[in-house]
């Protein structure tokens, strides 16, 4: 649709994950206009987080040293490990304030469509890392979808023999949803989540 440097922005842009064409030409035509020291700072930005951010060695998630500032932290239960897909998810527990446990990170989940079997995820460090005998409980909070399910069932599988507690993050209806909107999965698993209420 544009001729040279432009098009190449908006191609580029657009292969972000969600980031339509519209929304790549917007920003592309943003950047175009925005002031050079701001484009600067922009630019800066990326190229210092491909250079600085890596994956902790113990946990997988990001860091800027060999080890994230959660792996480090002395005052975490040891005992009890939180699998996730990926670093963002860390990110979402920890605004919760309610896990002090510490994480381990998959890099992903099953996904034989995509071409993602076990072997590409960071399973064997899991298992590696249970060994030790330190870890009394794994809680899997896998996203609540098709591959998801499926990462969680093949770790369920793994860890039941080995001993440990395995548990998977409740899931079922939102705050402030109605009955009437909820799809049949989403109530199902309300009802099969459901516990005593103490009076």
Request: net charge negative.
């Amino acid at each position: 649709m544009f001729d040279g440097a432009l098009q190449d922005l908006v191609d580029e842009l657009g292969r972000l994950p969600g980031v339509g064409p519209k929304s790549a030409q917007r920003i592309a035509f943003h950047i175009l206009a925005a002031d050079p020291a701001d484009v600067g700072r922009l630019t800066n930005a990326l190229t210092v987080v491909k250079e600085k951010v890596r994956f902790c060695e113990i946990c997988g998630n990001i860091s800027e040293d060999t080890q994230c500032r959660i792996c480090r932290d002395p005052r975490r239960n040891g005992a009890v490990l939180c699998v996730v897909e990926e670093a963002k998810d860390v990110v979402a527990i920890e605004r919760t304030r309610e896990f002090r446990g510490r994480y381990h990170v998959l890099g992903g989940a099953i996904n034989p469509i995509e071409g993602v079997g076990p072997d590409d995820l960071r399973i064997r460090e899991l298992m590696t890392r249970l060994a030790d005998g330190e870890v009394t409980e794994v809680i899997i909070a896998t996203d609540p979808n098709v591959e998801g399910e499926a990462t969680a069932t093949y770790l369920i599988r793994m860890l039941r023999p080995i001993g440990i507690t395995v548990s998977r993050l409740a899931s079922g209806l939102p705050v402030g949803g109605d009955l009437e909107y909820a799809d049949e999965v989403t109530l199902g698993r309300a009802f099969e989540g459901r516990r005593a209420v103490e009076a």
